[in-house]
């Protein structure tokens, strides 16, 4: 299948719909007028106009007033790729490598950034032969764009020098230049500053960030919906003329995804003989749906930014201008990154908390969940596990966005942090799901341990979903090597179908 970019809105979904579904990109019709026209007229503009025009024919950042010769342009755009490549720490996971390809196409194709056509169809290239530039997730400061690692990203890319994965190893991509006829693209005025200025890094990550986020929020209300009958708990906190009374949009589709998965349940419709539950079952509509509604509106500014021309300066032809302003700077990013850290972090800390009620020896069920606790320690540790991930956790949502380190002769002298809010959010991401995976180890252990006691079932949907788990998870009678069970409940999630 083939993904046509064009300047026509990209939607989340059918970026995901791209990556799951390994689809391959071919530049539209509409999109080579644009980035065609975009060209000749830049190469029109510094024919005519006296004046010095950013980036095209001056020096970058605080240089900016430095005039450049005509014969010195192309030189001055590769010096700025290979000078600005500095990248360091641990490398950009190759998924975020070809939605950041992915990405800085599509930003080159609404017309406003002056390339030439050959370099825009590079980064098609790599893409579509899985040639994935090494980049490093330490460097960028999230204004002038992800200057830093757009830099790695396009060193092996279009100026044929530097690492790459290809074919399952890393190599020097030269090797692969051979392999595939390319040469390097000699670069023409502004493309240096087209391709380094961008948020593409930030973007990247935040579309892998909230794809990943949106399916574990619904993962977090399937688990909770477990918990819920594993602990024996209540299902009126959930009925819908309660969240009618405060009808936060995500709290209403909390309580009515947990009635929907425990529809059917013997066990949620027996006798309680306690009133209340406590707040990490009783609340979770109030949290859960927090995070829905903060995921939601993340979404929606990660879309309007994926659609965004982000370099600079901006080449307007129909308007005859080319402005030199701040569409770079990855304030919008950094914030919402920040806040969806924040919202999936609350996630998994109310799954840790049911993960210790569950082990808490209430309501019929065992010490840690184990037949002889004392002679086994059961599932002791794996809440261990969970709280120490959830305290790093809390950590890593200390807010980016907040801080800011001058650059660049203070002619940058406010900046954003965006990257670092990207890198971050990544691990938080990865944290919550393997404390939800840790949740699903344990409750799926209570709710066998309350069916063999009351010989009641759960509802079929939960039933369906612990009859899977256990083809990969067995019940724990007494103490086993836990990590691989953990390991395999993190797969699980992974390559659920939703």
């Known amino acids: 299948m083939v993904h046509y970019i064009s300047s026509e809105r990209l939607t989340l979904e059918r970026v995901k719909e791209i990556i799951d579904k390994k689809m391959t990109l071919a530049l539209s019709e509409t999109a080579i007028v644009r980035i065609q026209k975009c060209r000749a007229y830049l190469d029109k503009k510094m024919e005519t106009q006296k004046e010095p025009i950013y980036g095209v024919t001056t020096g970058f950042g605080s240089l900016c007033n430095i005039s450049i010769s005509k014969e010195e342009l192309s030189q001055l755009q590769k010096n700025l790729v290979m000078s600005h490549a500095c990248g360091v720490g641990d490398e950009v996971p190759q998924e975020v490598v070809r939605l950041m390809l992915l990405l800085k196409v599509q930003n080159f194709c609404f017309g406003y950034s002056g390339v030439q056509l050959q370099t825009a169809q590079r980064l098609v290239d790599c893409f579509n032969n899985d040639v994935h530039p090494v980049v490093y997730q330490q460097g960028s400061l999230g204004a002038s764009g992800d200057l830093c690692p757009l830099a790695n990203l396009m060193l092996p890319a279009i100026l044929g020098m530097g690492d790459v994965y290809y074919k399952g190893r890393r190599c020097d991509v030269k090797e692969v230049y051979a392999e595939l006829g390319w040469s390097p693209i000699t670069l023409q005025s502004k493309e240096g500053l087209a391709l380094l200025n961008g948020t593409q890094f930030m973007s990247a990550y935040g579309v892998w960030s909230i794809l990943k986020a949106q399916r574990l929020s619904q993962q977090a209300d399937m688990l909770l919906s477990l918990s819920i009958d594993a602990f024996d708990g209540r299902i009126e906190p959930f009925y819908e003329a309660l969240h009618m009374v405060r009808p936060?949009?995500?709290?209403?589709?909390?309580?009515?995804?947990?009635?929907?998965?425990?529809?059917?349940?013997?066990?949620?419709?027996?006798?309680?003989?306690?009133?209340?539950?406590?707040?990490?079952?009783?609340?979770?509509?109030q949290v859960h749906g927090a995070a829905k509604d903060t995921i939601a509106y993340v979404a929606s500014v990660i879309e309007t930014e994926i659609n965004s021309t982000t370099d600079n300066p901006i080449v307007l032809p129909d308007e005859d201008m080319v402005i030199s302003g701040g569409h770079f700077h990855g304030e919008p990013m950094a914030m919402v990154l920040d806040f969806l850290s924040i919202a999936v972090a609350e996630l998994g800390s109310i799954s840790e908390r049911r993960?210790?009620?569950?082990?808490?020896?209430?309501?019929?069920?065992?010490?840690?969940?184990?037949?002889?606790?004392?002679?086994?320690?059961?599932?002791?540790?794996?809440?261990?596990?969970?709280?120490?991930?959830?305290?790093?956790?809390?950590?890593?949502?200390?807010?980016?966005?907040?801080?800011?380190?001058?650059?660049?002769?203070?002619?940058?002298?406010?900046v954003s942090m965006g990257g670092n809010a990207a890198t971050k959010t990544y691990k938080v991401m990865q944290n919550v799901e393997r404390v939800l995976a840790i949740e699903l180890f344990n409750a799926?252990?209570?709710?066998?341990?309350?069916?063999?006691?009351?010989?009641?079932?759960?509802?079929?949907?939960?039933e369906d979903l612990v009859a899977k788990y256990r083809k990969e998870v067995n019940f724990i009678d007494v103490d086993e090597i836990m990590y691989k069970h953990i390991h395999a409940s993190v797969k699980f999630l992974q390559d659920m179908a939703m």
């Open 444 to 462: 799926a252990q209570a709710l066998d341990f309350r069916k063999q006691n009351t010989g009641l079932k759960s509802s079929p949907f939960i």
């Open 355 to 414: 993960t210790y009620q569950l082990i808490d020896a209430k309501r019929g069920l065992p010490s840690f969940l184990v037949a002889k606790p004392g002679l086994n320690s059961g599932f002791m540790i794996p809440q261990y596990t969970a709280a120490s991930i959830v305290s790093q956790t809390k950590q890593l949502c200390s807010p980016c966005s907040v801080d800011s380190i001058p650059s660049s002769q203070n002619q940058e002298d406010l």
């Open 248 to 285: 936060h949009k995500g709290q209403l589709q909390t309580a009515a995804n947990v009635r929907k998965y425990l529809d059917g349940s013997q066990i949620i419709k027996q006798h309680k003989e306690h009133v209340q539950d406590p707040y990490s079952f009783r609340c979770a509509p």
